[in-house]
T-cell receptor, first 115, second 114 residues
Framework: EPEVTQTPSHQVTQMGQEVILRCVPI?????FYWYRQILGQKVEFLVS????????KSEIFDDQFSVERPDGSNFTLKIRSTKLEDSAMYFC?????????????FGNGTRLTVT | AQTVTQSQPEMSVQEAETVTLSCTYD???????LFWYKQPPSRQMILVIR??????QNATENRFSVNFQKAAKSFSLKISDSQLGDAAMYFCAYIHQGAQKLVFGQGTRLTINP
């Protein structure tokens, strides 16, 4: 069964550095998402992306964050200047169409540690 | 704002027994969907079961079933004949019609005792 793939599985970076988290959604999917989960807390929505543009973003998704689909297969989340509080698991998800009967497929996540 | 609450941080059950995980939610919307996701140690979030709010019949998927009480805004997950592979974090989630973001509960860690 096709899967959403995220790399790296664990990223350690210093505060103030830029990080790019990579995701390869399932190939025929059109809708893409990033969620994050701070250790011990809820999974939180960050952003949704469709037709090469952001369709919705949360309050968390400030100017430090950006998303891109540079080559039609990868879907990336960039954090320009990381803060300690950005340490979390970041999950990419994709779905074929925006339907609640269309299951949302999640990747295994990237654990980001900001020191 | 919509919220989802899972009041049981941890649950444990003997293998082959039945366990129920609780979830309540708060919304003023009438048209919405509820989900249970499983997150095993591999970390991938896997959809377990889905319920449409307009359906009165409780969803079932093999050993997994829900008790959807719309008036009480309650959406519990029952796992029958628990298996060792059911051990995971379970997240209850909500989305209303027209929205794009899932709202998750805090999660319940389920342990299966052999």
């Amino acid at each position: 069964e096709p899967e959403v793939t995220q790399t790296p599985s664990h990223q350690v970076t210093q505060m103030g550095q830029e990080v790019i988290l990579r995701c390869v959604p399932i190939s025929n999917h059109l809708y893409f998402y990033w969620y994050r989960q701070i250790l011990g807390q809820k999974v939180e929505f960050l952003v949704s992306f469709y037709n090469n543009e952001i369709s919705e973003k949360s309050e968390i998704f400030d100017d430090q964050f950006s998303v891109e689909r540079p080559d039609g297969s990868n879907f990336t989340l960039k954090i320009r200047s990381t803060k300690l509080e950005d340490s979390a698991m970041y999950f990419c998800a994709s779905e074929e169409r925006a339907s609640y009967n269309s299951p949302l497929h999640f990747g295994n996540g990237t654990r980001l540690t900001v020191t | 704002a919509q919220t989802v609450t899972q009041s049981q941080p941890e649950m444990s059950v003997q293998e082959a027994e039945t366990v129920t995980l609780s979830c309540t939610y708060d919304t003023s919307e009438s048209d919405y969907y509820l989900f249970w996701y499983k997150q095993p140690p591999s970390r991938q979030m896997i959809l377990v079961i889905r319920q449409e709010a307009y359906k009165q019949q409780n969803a079932t998927e093999n050993r997994f079933s829900v008790n959807f009480q719309k008036a009480a805004k309650s959406f519990s997950l029952k796992i029958s004949d628990s298996q060792l592979g059911d051990a995971a974090m379970y997240f209850c989630a909500y989305i209303h019609q027209g929205a794009q973001k899932l709202v998750f509960g805090q999660g319940t860690r389920l342990t299966i005792n052999p």
